[in-house]
């Protein structure tokens, strides 16, 4: 466990530190910390908060993509969960099978099936072709909606289901208290169920945000074009290229992880109170 | 609008009873979310060439194109043996590694198993990418003697799925505490005794589940397989479907998706009823499958 985690995350900030062998172009990891270069990683910080940076667009990209599409996974996936949890009734199980079901559909699968529907020739455009008021569009050309509304599509399910699980578990009692001291059907959504679900709804906005900041394969197939490359993207091409690309990319993980270390920790933080509560409860 | 906020309404006001507005919304989502993989299933029995439309119906893209349906491209049928033999070492190495480590962790207080348990709950919520590139490191730079290829994708994903045991069955055990491990030992048994006897079969629909979604996540994973990847033959339908999805010109792409989704059904519908099996036998076990996914997930 140790070996298969630790040594890993340890090599990667050595490689990031390191320096690159100047014969064959390979990097040199330094493992002792005090020896560290912080000449790359400085470097790269440089490129990433100065607006002429080479990593300035992709950054600002990657942050409004993120933030977009975790906006809009809640704003549509709220009303989902509370439905399925609040009106299903005996169909409750059945729905929760539907909602999961993505989770045991490969997540290229799902894509592949966009790639297919977005086509210039797809299913998408030959709708919007019998409309009268829409005209076709090259969708995998390089469109940032597409690839935001990718990500919405791919991550949804991660915001549905803690949402569920935590609207699913509010208590009806309070819900018919708060209506029969006379509360409306909004102030009773406003003061218990929206509160309640509160600890949910941050736990899926980080759950979603982290891993499309560490998406690149969304960006890729529904685009491809370097005018919605994200930061991921650019590790993904910086560790696939030669000479001093690996230290480079190296060190633009090392500082996306440091950017994101406080949200992992905010997550683990909360999904560790609800455990112990859940525990508490039942134990 | 105001149509839409009297519905809202209108639902709020009764939350047991029809919220149409809430019902669309919800349908609406559904299809959005399976529709077009359906369609893409149903591309792949496709007759013809197109990839945009369904067009008669045939198997030749599945089986019966003797060059260029999924299972006779070789690249394809070794994309598809590929996943498969990485979920099924996955399942056979994280499970049982999973399982002990859940029993250790609750037993054993201290600095060490709690460090062990943060890391590994921070490899859970950090995007795969960084565990990607890491490892990619590590086997490319220091432990060369691990070559890129199956076995460093089998390590990579082996240390990432072993949290869905460690969490599910430690749930488990949590609810469990001691009291059949005490009562074996009562009965004369030894402590691994009591342990292979007394506990195991209580965990054991936990393990079930737990295997269950360790195998239909390790066979759809992409990020750990491409970047541990090796020759051509560790290639996994996931990233066969990456490199091939904007340049395919037959539906044989999504044959071999299609393939892949069909092994996840066989193997959770085959976990499900074992899990149904097993979880009616021990009483202490209540709840359904799901239940288990949900906790791991929320």
């Known amino acids: ?283 | 609008m105001s149509v839409v906020s009297r519905r809202v309404a209108a639902g709020m006001a009764n939350p047991w009873g029809r919220a149409r507005f809430l019902w669309v919304w919800t349908w609406l989502y559904l299809s959005w979310s399976l529709v077009p993989v359906l369609i893409a299933i149903r591309i792949s029995f496709n007759s013809t060439r197109s990839l945009v439309e369904a067009q008669g119906w045939s198997l030749i893209w599945w089986f019966s194109h003797p060059t260029l349906s999924a299972w006779n491209r070789p690249e394809l049928r070794s994309a598809l043996f590929q996943s498969m033999r990485l979920a099924t070492l996955t399942v056979l190495i994280a499970v049982p590694l999973g399982v002990a480590f859940a029993l250790a962790l609750d037993r054993w207080r201290g600095p060490l198993p709690a460090s062990a348990n943060f890391l590994m709950a921070l490899s859970w919520v950090m995007p795969e990418l960084m565990i990607g590139v890491a490892l990619f490191l590590v086997f490319s730079e220091v432990l060369t003697i691990v070559p890129l290829g199956t076995a460093g994708q089998a390590i990579g994903l082996i240390t990432f799925e072993m949290t869905y045991p460690v969490i599910i069955v430690r749930a488990r055990l949590l609810s469990l505490e001691q009291r059949y491990e005490e009562a074996a030992m009562d009965l004369g048994a030894s402590p691994a005794g009591a342990l292979w006897r007394g506990v195991i079969p209580v965990l054991l629909p936990a393990i079930v589940a737990s295997a269950m979604i360790v195998f239909v996540d390790a066979i759809d994973d992409f990020v750990i397989a491409s970047w541990l990847s090796g020759p051509a033959s560790s290639e996994t339908v996931a990233i066969r479907i990456y490199s091939d999805a904007r340049g395919a010109v037959t539906p044989a792409l999504n044959a071999l998706g299609s393939m892949m989704l069909g092994t996840s059904i066989v193997v959770l519908a085959a976990g499900g009823m074992l899990y149904r099996r097993l979880a009616r036998r021990s009483a202490t076990t209540d709840g359904a499958g799901l239940t288990d996914f949900v906790a791991s997930q929320a």
């Open chain 1, 1 to 283: 466990m140790l070996l298969f985690l630790a040594l890993p995350l340890f090599t990667m900030v050595a490689v990031a530190f390191g320096s690159v062998d100047p014969l064959f172009g390979s990097p040199i990891p330094v493992w002792n910390p005090l020896r560290w270069d912080g000449s790359t990683v400085a470097g790269v910080l440089g490129q990433l908060v100065r607006p002429e940076g080479a990593f300035f667009a992709p950054t600002l990209r990657t942050v409004s993509y993120t933030a977009i599409a975790t906006g809009l996974c809640l704003a549509i996936g709220y009303p989902v969960a509370y439905t399925v949890s609040r009106h299903a009734h005996r169909w409750k199980g059945a729905l929760l099978g539907v909602l999961l079901a993505p989770f045991f559909i490969s997540y290229l699968m799902r894509m592949l099936a966009w790639v297919n529907l977005l086509r210039d020739d797809g299913l998408v455009n030959r709708v919007l072709e019998a409309l009268p008021f829409a005209q076709p569009q090259q969708w995998l050309g390089g469109k940032p909606i597409t690839v935001i509304l990718g990500l919405v599509y791919g991550y949804i399910p991660y915001m549905i289901l803690p949402l569920f699980g935590s609207l699913d578990a509010v208590d009806r009692s309070l819900i018919e208290g708060a209506r029969d001291l006379g509360a409306r059907p909004s102030e009773v959504f406003r003061r218990i169920t929206w509160p309640l679900s509160r600890p949910a709804v941050v736990a899926g906005v980080l759950i979603v945000a982290l891993p499309i900041t560490g998406d690149y394969y969304t960006a890729d197939l529904l685009s491809g074009s370097p005018r919605t490359t994200m930061l991921a993207n650019q590790i993904d091409f910086l560790l696939h290229a030669r000479n001093a690309g690996p230290t480079v990319g190296a060190a633009l993980v090392c500082l996306l992880a440091a950017a994101l270390i406080l949200p992992m920790l905010w997550y683990l933080r909360l999904v560790g109170d609800a455990a112990i509560e859940r525990d508490g409860g039942t134990g």
